[in-house]
């Protein structure tokens, strides 16, 4: 098994990440942080392995495997269990305090997990470890940002392909079916890592025609009746019309992190109101480019983007139409819906190298979905874009 | 938005299932039943909306719609709620009793999910919901598992194509690629529903050669490593070479439901003992269909694969080599592993119109991995295979 945790030029990279989560600890009086979501394993270990990782504020951290993942025998720091109740008594042999605060991810695991994980430490207090965690994902280092700059590159590379896919009288889905074809052999891993119970998808979304105006259940910034009653979001299956725009936003994830791009193409013609909306999603993205500087009140950027949409008479149609969506972005990482959100009352301040992902979109009845979406990095200079692909509506 | 469970053909299959709930809620004491997660919303309704369902032993079950999902203005028994903390009101305006015991999905939902919701009723008991749902959705209905035959139908049309879809010098990944397009153009909805938080997959397991021995950390029956350390499951990315086998377990999800099937092949020549080791699996395919009645004791048929498997002087590479899974095969339906799991320490009794798919596996060092999995039904008279399609090991 491979463990990028002990790679020697991996050990500086997790050392950073531990701090950043030690400072999230600290701040919230937790003592002892124990991790077993697979998305804040690969967090703290750049892998994903059966077990657990204890994190407290002094010594280092402790990664218990259970099999079959296993523990390299010259490993420091790491212990084979072969269950999580076997992880108290290993404290106490180890001298531990038995610690006052425990951390357990209450918004990553199941109740049944946390119920099982909480008995472990009948002395201690029990509170939220997905907070601090979050909290420490938010801001990313320079070789995440890295990562996801790959993700944006090979994500671009297939969007690029996008065009020579499409076949007359095909349908949305179709469609879809090819551009994933593409992206899986760009090294897509074709797996959605995403927070919640509400974000259900496969490998992306392709909505076109009337499918933009039809609500979606999930937490996505635009809807798509879907192709059956048990997964209702995205393509609908229907052909793809002469006058009707095909928007497409597919799964940017290429190494445990992702890129978010969403582009709009049309067939052969499309309205004015399509292309002056489609126009002021761009002229969106450029203010928010400007604007989104470390201590920005994020709320601006929500707020600023609204203004914008009503200043050019397209509030009705602004994300969304018989439905709306009360963000136009969110941050992005090892998971599609990390912090921060881009909303109204998220009045907290921009902090550079967060990485978000705005999404400022149009349905157009009748027409579709139009706008861009990028993933974006926050500078000392406002933002810079990690999904560098042309933006114009494009011919299918 | 369509609700199927308004429709009149569905309305009998529906209020079937409550049936089921209802006395899985009888013998486990619960009064009052809230179902959130999307699998038991799909049960219970055959869609996924934004909402819950209230499940009680006398009334007609309750949808509470939050938008955009909205209940259609003639529906009985239906509300729109823009949170869950409306829901206590409503059931004291409707005169309903403060319920005793409270069922909460605890094996489906977040901690802090279940955190909000066990809020809504501070006077009652709350217990786990997720057991008796489960539990009744274990004996599948007529209608269910006619919908799994129809997915064990496109699942093995898809399968017809596999060999057409190899070409010389191509790796595990490339053919998987083929092979999910094939899939998502026969109708797979490329979305895997799986419960617990140990079974992260993309469209689904392609291993071949040595790949079959390294073991992954999923609670798969078969390892992989994977192509990228956030996912390490399933193709590793080499090129298939002659002489050994590709197992392919890939997706069967075309309608809500699912079938799971394994069929192996292999390039240009496979050794001796891995064809023997690819006859024992179907032997024991063949016995336990005979055996697998209403009754049979869930572990017989562990027991008496290990003991097929053993005879063979196979027991070594039987259900992996370097890591060994514990059950041979679970149940399947709207989650890929549902109730019960087929492995040496489940003596429940099968019952008829169980659902199970049965992979009894070898793994045979420098070849690749051989068997059959099948997804099946309890007949009074053994097994009915729900997965039609050659079984014998085929050439690439």
Request: with cysteine; hydrophobic share 40%; charged share 25%.
């Amino acid at each position: 098994m491979n463990y990028p945790f002990l790679q020697s030029e991996m050990k500086a990279e997790i050392a950073l990440r531990f701090e950043k989560v030690r400072a999230e600890m600290a701040t919230a009086g937790i003592d002892a942080l124990l991790v077993a979501s697979s998305t804040n394993q690969f967090y703290l270990s750049a892998c994903v392995f059966r077990g657990y990782i204890l994190v407290t504020p002094d010594r280092d951290p402790v990664w218990f495997m259970v099999p079959p993942s296993y523990a390299p025998e010259d490993t420091l720091n790491a212990a084979t269990i072969h269950k999580p109740e076997m992880i108290p008594g290993w404290m106490l042999e180890k001298g531990y305090p038995v610690p006052v605060k425990v951390g357990l991810e209450f918004d990553d695991l199941l109740y049944s997990e946390i119920t099982r994980l909480k008995a472990l430490f009948p002395e201690s207090e029990i509170v939220d470890g997905s907070k601090p965690l979050r909290a420490a994902r938010m801001i990313k280092t320079d070789y995440e940002i890295e990562k996801m700059r790959e993700d944006g590159m090979h994500q671009a590379r297939s969007y690029s392909k996008v065009a020579a896919c499409f076949q007359s009288g095909m349908t949305d889905l179709e469609l879809q079916i090819e551009v994933e074809r593409v992206l899986r052999l760009e090294g897509c891993l074709g797996y959605l890592r995403a927070a919640g119970s509400r974000m259900e998808l496969n490998l992306g979304s392709v909505i076109s025609g009337e499918n933009a105006d039809a609500p979606s259940p999930y937490d996505f910034a635009m809807g798509g009746a879907g192709v059956d009653p048990s997964l209702p979001v995205g393509a609908d299956g229907t052909t793809i019309k002469p006058g009707t725009t095909v928007m497409l936003d597919m799964n940017g994830g290429f190494n445990g992190y992702q890129s978010d791009m969403t582009r709009t193409w049309y067939l052969e013609s499309v309205s004015e109101l399509a292309r002056k909306a489609h126009e002021c999603s761009r002229s969106i993205l450029r203010e928010l480019e400007r604007i989104a500087i470390p201590g920005t009140p994020i709320s601006n950027l929500y707020n600023r983007a609204v203004e914008m949409a009503e200043a050019e008479g397209l509030s009705e149609l602004f994300m969304g139409h018989r439905s709306k969506a009360k963000f136009i972005g969110h941050g992005i990482g090892i998971e599609l819906n990390e912090q921060p959100v881009v909303m109204a009352r998220n009045h907290q301040p921009l902090q550079k190298n967060m990485t978000i992902a705005l999404e400022p979109k149009f349905v157009i009845p009748h027409v579709g979905a139009v706008g861009v979406e990028n993933t974006y990095r926050v500078t000392d200079h406002g933002l810079e874009n990690l999904t560098v692909f042309p933006e114009e509506l494009q011919e299918l």
